[in-house]
């Protein structure tokens, strides 16, 4: 189990931004006139709306709302996690930074490691710091799924919503909280359990992609995932916790990616944590892919369930990749 270790690093900024649509499982029924009822949906995958960005919003515009929010330094590098960048080319990080009007030469890059990206993004922006003589650094997670939706596709289609969250670290000891260690790992996946078929350099988009709707998300072994995030991760969460020399019981909040409600729920169960230990946005945003965790974060913070103490973030996506990120709380 790797396990990096953080000294002197402090998370300085902490926001989110969700889109100001809340979609509710009705309007997606009765606009695609599905044959489902809005009550299964509910009790069955737990979720009752999600947010969708404006036509208007692609993912360095949500990035910026979530960044504004944030005390700003003009001369930071920038690591944005996205699986929904505005355009295959030019990076949607360089785009932010000409959006925040940011000047200097500090690298900004995107980074994708599916639902688990922010995770990566706040391990690179702490290398960052350890590496350099810079003060600050900037990691962001922003995601537009809606984007990627098929209408008619009833496993994927109430799933996913869209945020961004924004996190400024700086050395030092002194902020919201200091980073302590994170756990980054990659486990080569045989198959694809969920993916979008087209639009890479694989299968480049055409009009056969289009009339075959491969440019949307497809979910074909949803099980394996749940198999694999209740299973394997909970067996990865209490390794890599105690790698870092602690116990779970130590952690007086733990965040995770939300991708579904019932397995949150049921990873807690495996993992001796109560309700009062864990929030689940699941049900009012979605899954906003990388951003999820971070926006969770950032609402558990708002609203003051953080006490002083251990803070675990803990996501998985596809691929499989898995990001662990260990915080003290002040």
């Known amino acids: 189990m790797s396990i990096q270790f953080h000294k002197d690093i402090c998370l300085s900024g902490l926001a989110y931004y969700v889109p100001e649509r809340a979609v509710t499982n009705q309007e997606i029924i009765d606009a695609n006139k599905l ?78 490691a599916a639902c688990a990206g922010h995770i990566f993004s706040i391990e690179q922006a702490a290398f960052r710091l350890h590496a350099t003589q810079e003060t600050d650094v900037y990691s962001v997670a922003t995601e537009v799924r809606s984007r990627y939706l098929n209408p008619s596709d009833r496993r994927t289609v109430f799933l996913f919503g869209d945020g961004a969250c924004a996190m400024r670290f700086s050395k030092g000891t002194k902020g919201l909280a200091s980073l302590d260690w994170t756990s980054t790992q990659t486990w080569a996946s045989d198959d694809f ?91 009012e945003l979605g899954n906003s892919s990388s951003a999820s965790c971070g926006i969770t974060l950032a609402q558990a913070h708002e609203r003051r369930l953080i006490q002083p103490g251990k803070v675990l973030m803990v996501t998985m996506g596809a691929g499989y990749h898995v990001g662990l990120a260990s915080f003290t709380f002040s």
């Open 35 to 112: 044959r489902i009822k809005d009550d299964w949906i509910s009790g069955r995958i737990g979720i009752s709306h999600r947010r969708w960005a404006a036509q208007d919003q692609a993912a360095s515009d949500l990035a910026v709302q979530a960044l504004g929010k944030i005390p700003q330094v003009q001369e930071a590098a920038l690591f944005v996690s996205t699986i929904s960048s505005d355009f295959l080319t030019p990076s949607t990080a360089s785009l932010i930074k000409q959006k925040m009007q940011w000047k200097g030469f500090s690298p900004s890059i995107d980074m994708s």
């Open 193 to 283: 359990e969920i993916l979008v078929p087209a639009g890479g350099s694989k299968t480049p988009l055409s009009q056969s992609v289009l009339d075959n709707q491969e440019q949307f998300i497809r979910m074909n072994d949803g099980g394996k995932i749940v198999d694999a995030t209740t299973g394997g991760l909970v067996d990865t969460v209490v390794a890599a916790i105690e790698a870092a020399g602690s116990k779970v019981s130590e952690y007086s909040f733990v965040v995770f990616h939300q991708g579904n409600g019932a397995i949150i729920r049921s990873i807690c169960e495996s993992l001796g944590l109560g309700p009062e230990k864990t929030l689940v946005t699941f049900g």
